[in-house]
């Protein structure tokens, strides 16, 4: 049996359309977690990338996607929204006060520490991205305990593994380290579409590693992950690897046909 949501949006999906029409078809608190990795506007040489012509007009545009992604997730959900900060871009400050005020509530500001640096300006060299999380209901979110690990151990006593307690007196809770709010076990996406000999290629794509992450976190198996900017796939495949559903949608139909389709046939083999 299906229902007349069902019906109209179709699980394990990629859309070829404009996430804010998509939105607008999907019905309040439908989704448990949102994943957005969106352009970040006059950072790489790409039309998707440069398509508003001044900061205020970019901004304008995130508030209106970041509405409908209110209006659609669920009171325990969770939405992760991409970003930079730099002399090339700052907009990731302001996405925060725009979303601040939407009123969602801030939980926590990662950055993601790169392995190799970019850029060969005068100054420090670039080898971060950040993430923003945001809860619907603070009181009342998915927070899966047992996920807030890494596979990194504690110190060792003699050769045996101890817990002892933390700063504030407390014994932890397991032998492995928590996963902090500045992510630095996490090499860059060593995806390369050339390999596949396909036609295109995405610049700017997210390791998968990321998105499990924060889907083993933040869902349980079954949940529906809403994936607006789909890019490369990567949300897409941590979700099937992990035994979520997805919605994705991604305006340009080439980075679906060329690069998203292949990866989840591969995934899927």
């Known amino acids: 049996y299906k229902s007349e ?7 394990n999906r990629v859309y070829n359309m404009d996430c804010l029409e998509f939105m607008r078809e999907i019905p309040d608190e439908y989704v448990d977690l949102i994943i957005a990795d969106p352009p970040y ?4 040489k790409e039309n998707w990338d440069n ?14 996607w970041i509405i409908e992604c209110k209006r659609i997730l669920k009171e325990t959900g969770s ?18 006060l725009l979303t601040d005020k939407i009123g969602l509530y801030f939980k926590d500001w990662i950055t993601w520490k790169k392995q190799r640096g970019m850029g060969n300006r005068k100054g420090w060299l670039y080898t971060r ?6 809860v619907k209901n603070n009181k009342n979110f998915i927070w899966n305990e047992k996920n807030q690990y890494s596979t990194e151990r504690r110190k060792r006593d003699g050769g045996k593994d101890i817990i002892k307690p933390s700063q504030t007196g407390y014994l932890a ?9 500045v992510w630095t ?13 396909l036609s295109n290629k995405h610049l700017t794509p997210k390791p998968i590693e990321t998105s499990e992450r924060i ?5 349980n198996e079954g949940n529906i992950v809403y994936i607006p900017f789909a890019g490369s796939g990567s949300e897409i495949i941590a979700c099937i690897k992990n035994k979520r559903n997805y919605i994705a949608t991604e305006i340009n139909n080439e980075y679906i046909t060329n690069i998203i389709i292949p990866r989840i046939q591969k995934e899927c083999m």
């Open 129 to 134: 991205e950040e993430l923003l999380w945001y």
């Open 79 to 96: 939405i992760y929204i991409w970003g930079t900060i730099g002399e090339k871009s700052d907009t990731i400050i302001h996405i925060k």
């Open 173 to 181: 809770k397991s032998l492995f380290k928590r996963i902090t709010n």
């Open 51 to 64: 398509q508003w012509k001044t900061k205020d007009e970019y901004l304008s545009w995130c508030e209106k």
């Open 41 to 44: 506007f006059g950072i790489v």
């Open 215 to 219: 889907i083993k976190v933040n869902t």
């Open 5 to 11: 949501v069902d019906k109209l949006i179709e699980l």
């Open 185 to 197: 076990d996490i090499s860059e996406c060593t995806f390369n579409i050339s390999e596949q000999n």
